[in-house]
Each structure stands twice: as structure tokens, then as C-alpha cells.
């Protein structure tokens, strides 16, 4: 491995507002992000190349969402808007193991098609991807530039950070998940999210819709100052929460009700951690979480009144991320070595009960069978597992019983819409992303697990 690049965990937070669309997070309709300047050849290694950049080779505003932009955007959202920072461990958690390089040949099948590991982290757009047994590395790769040292974008993958957050504080008597949320926010009370109990914005089951010109990704990063913010639309995450309806009461019936995956619920529930305790989510997560065992610093965007992006601002080194999932799933067989309480994991990761609404949800294509709860998606396949997802493939994925701890690291393109409301567009199987599903990267871990041993 290089040697650990001083000064990482230091590292000046620049503004660059031209470019800062390129932070990247959960964008669930980057398509709709327009790059006015014409599109010019550039490679993916010649991107913000150049003392300066020749203007072909600079982002633009929506450039950062597509390729060949991607990639390097993904590595760099600290260098292009505000952030905050969060704090790594005086002792780390060791990683040990040596990284088997043997293995790139390995097999595995997914739907009709059978794929090698090297093609799949190829075909994948993969940035890293990083497979622990019992705690010991086992398969480590970094591609097309990316490095051990490089923090990366989490987006969506964030908001399991949350819901960790919201099940300590559960597990210390000072949340609690069946209350109105408003009675946390009571600039909430009467908008969806605060009618909705603290549990159900946590399970993504509050009936709640977003105008039509300000969904729930670009209205987000809009307010965030990421994309151009349209006049008159919010410009704090706190404004943003504002603007949505109801589209139905609340349901707390087993087989009634929403699941509708949207970031205005995660970024409510964080509003509450905030207020409950006196201190900021950067904070929050330093201390309870990354403090515990990062070997580097994180960092976490934020809008212009430093509220951080609850639901998909996180960036870190893939290694940092493989330690966190290592912390959660060793606390999950009730280990608290790697310094997070099993009780709160517990509590995180308690069985759902809403797999017939996730059904009728707007992202269950290749996750037939899956339940949600507090952030976390639930497998449901005998071995407890838990995955944690993110747009433009960012995936966690823990098998606590056959002892797997997975993170992959992606630039994978994905401009699809998403839903405004419960009741709008649903996302549709799509047998040429086949590759980019939950299945495939199970998939390839378990060919890992197969032939490691057990």
C-alpha cells in the first residue's frame, strides 16, 4: 500500500461556485441538469487537467453528472463547495489481511449472464470496491486512477448514517420514534414530515409530495446551492422541507400506507437530531461514530447556513467506509470493539414489517423481497443482511452470518427521474443495468466468500 499522504485529514475546504453542481450526491435526475456549453471529446484522465483547465477539460454546471466528468467530480466534491468536517480516531481500526490478487478471475452468475470479477468492476464503472472477512481484507481493488487515499462521494448511502444516529439516540432514551416529529420541530408541525412520527419519516412511509418544478433531488441541491436554484425556490435545506404537501394521512396499518425512498425525510430527522441534542450532524456523527475508528477524516457538504446534507453529502476513503460497515456488522453479532453500541445496531437494524409497501414503492427493481427500515435496506435472506445504497453506484452490503463486510465505490452513470410523489413514476427493471443491481454485487461477494473459504 502507498504511503499515507500527510495533511489528508487537513485539507483546505475551497468554494468554487462555478463548479459546485458537481457535488455529487443522490441525484435522482441528473439528466435534467443542462450543461449549456457543446460537448467536446475529453477523456476521462484529461478532466480539470491543465494550469488552468482548457475550458473543454472544466466543469460546468451539470457537467459533474455525466460522464466523462463523473469521475473526477465524485473525487473531488471538497475542492468545489462548503463542507464541514468530521473527525477521525486517535486509534483506528485495524484492517488486517492481505488483499488476495488471484481472485480477478472468479466467476459468477447474474440473471443469464456470467461475468468475471475484473469485467464486473469494469462493466460497473467501478472506483473501488473493498471485501472483508471476519474483519480481514480478503479482495481490495482501486481503478481508473482512483487511490487509497482519495475520500469519494457516499450519496445516498449518508442516510444509513443517519438512521445510526437516530437509533443511538432512540437507545438513549432521548428519541423517540413513535412521537410527531414536529414535537422535535415545531416549525414543522402541519407539513408532512412532522405529522408523520419519527419512525415513519425513518422508513421513508410519510405520504408527502414535492412540486413538480422542484423534486426531491434537484430542489434539494438547488437549496444546497449545487445546481442553479430556480427563482423564488428555497435556498437552505431547512426552507426546502417547506414546500412539500401531504398526499394522504399518515398509515399505520401492516398493509396500508406509503413507501415512498425521497431525501426530505432524512434531512427532517437530522433537523431533530440537531435540535435534541445542541449540536450539528457533523459534530454528531464525529463523535458517535467516525471518531471510533476512521483512520482519516470525513467530510459532509453543506447549504449556506453550514446545515449539512443529511441524506447524501458524506465522503470518505473506501477503506474509512469499509470500517464503518465493519462497525456495524460486528456490533450487530453483538461486538462493540470497533466503539458502536450493539444496542443502538440492534435497534437499527430490527426486523420491518413494510415489505408490502416497499413493494409499491418507487426503487424496488432488483430488490424483490426487501424490507426498509431506519435507512437501512433489509435482504431478508435468512443471513440478516443489510444493505446501504447510493446513486451512481454506491453500495454497502453486510451478511453479519457469513461474517461479510462489502463496500464498492462507483461512477456508474444514471440520469433517470424520479418520483415528485407516493403516487407518480416508479422505477422499471432494466435488464441492460442487470450489473448495476443489489443482486450483482451480492453476487460477486459471495463468489468471493466461495472462494476464500469459510
Known amino acids: 500500500m502507498p504511503t499515507r499522504s500527510p495533511g489528508l485529514a487537513t485539507a483546505i475546504r475551497r468554494h468554487w461556485p462555478c463548479f459546485a453542481v458537481a457535488l455529487i450526491v443522490a441525484s435522482p435526475a441528473a439528466s435534467q441538469v443542462r450543461d449549456e456549453r457543446p460537448t467536446s471529446p475529453v477523456a476521462e484522465h484529461e478532466v480539470m487537467q491543465g494550469f488552468p483547465p482548457s475550458p473543454e477539460r472544466q466543469l460546468s454546471r451539470g457537467s459533474g453528472l ?32 492481505q488483499p488476495d490478487t488471484g481472485l480477478d478471475g472468479t466467476t459468477f452468475t447474474v440473471g443469464d449472464k456470467t461475468v468475471s470479477l475484473a469485467d464486473y468492476l469494469r462493466d460497473t464503472h467501478t472506483d473501488g470496491f473493498i471485501v472483508l472477512h471476519q474483519g480481514r481484507i480478503v479482495y481490495e ?22 438512521g445510526l ?48 418544478g422542484l423534486p426531491p433531488d434537484l430542489g434539494l441541491f438547488g437549496a444546497v446551492g449545487i445546481v442553479p436554484r430556480k427563482p423564488d425556490a428555497p435556498d437552505t435545506i431547512y426552507d426546502f422541507l417547506k414546500v412539500v404537501h401531504a398526499t394522504g394521512r399518515p398509515d399505520h396499518s401492516v398493509d396500508g400506507g406509503v413507501w415512498y425512498y425521497q431525501n426530505g425525510s432524512p434531512e427532517a430527522v437530522a433537523w431533530a437530531l440537531r435540535r435534541i441534542t445542541g449540536k450539528s450532524w457533523s459534530q454528531l456523527v464525529s463523535e458517535m461514530i467516525w471518531s471510533r475508528f476512521a483512520d482519516d477524516d470525513a467530510y459532509v457538504q453543506v447549504d449556506r447556513l453550514t446545515t449539512e446534507m443529511a441524506s447524501g453529502g458524506m465522503n470518505s476513503t473506501l477503506r474509512d467506509a469499509a470500517r464503518f460497515a465493519e462497525a456495524v456488522r460486528r456490533a450487530a453479532a453483538g461486538d462493540g470493539s470497533a466503539g458502536i453500541s450493539p444496542a443502538a445496531v440492534r435497534i437499527a437494524l430490527k426486523p420491518a414489517t413494510n ?82 443491481s443489489s443482486e450483482a454485487m451480492v453476487a460477486a461477494a459471495l463468489a468471493i466468500h466461495r472462494a476464500v473459504g469459510r
Open 66 to 97: 455525466r460522464p466523462p466528468y463523473m469521475r473526477w467530480a465524485f473525487r473531488h466534491a471538497r475542492e468545489m463547495s462548503a463542507t464541514a468536517g468530521i473527525r477521525h480516531a486517535d486509534r483506528p481500526l485495524a484492517l488486517d489481511g
Open 141 to 162: 481493488r482501486y481503478l481508473a486512477g482512483f487511490g487509497p487515499y482519495q475520500p469519494h462521494i457516499w450519496a445516498s448511502m449518508t442516510k444509513s448514517v443517519t
Open 165 to 212: 444516529l437516530a437509533a443511538m439516540l432512540i437507545e438513549q432514551g432521548k428519541l423517540d420514534p413513535q412521537a410527531r416529529l414536529a414535537q422535535y420541530v415545531p416549525e414543522l408541525a402541519g407539513n408532512p414530515f412532522g405529522e408523520a412520527t419519527v419512525q415513519q419519516n425513518l422508513d421513508m412511509e410519510v405520504p408527502v409530495g414535492y412540486p413538480e
Open 355 to 436: 415489505q408490502a409497501r416497499f413493494a409499491r414503492g418507487n426503487t424496488t427493481p432488483g430488490r424483490d423481497g426487501y424490507g426498509y427500515r431506519n435507512y437501512w435496506f433489509q435482504r431478508n435472506d435468512g443471513d440478516g443482511s443489510v444493505e446501504a445504497s447510493g446513486r451512481f453506484g454506491q453500495k454497502i452490503y453486510i451478511n453479519p452470518a457469513k461474517g461479510l463486510t462489502v463496500v464498492k465505490f462507483s461512477a456508474s452513470p444514471d440520469g433517470a427521474a424520479r418520483a415528485t410523489s407516493a403516487a407518480g413514476l416508479r422505477k422499471r427493471d432494466d435488464p441492460a443495468r442487470v450489473l448495476e
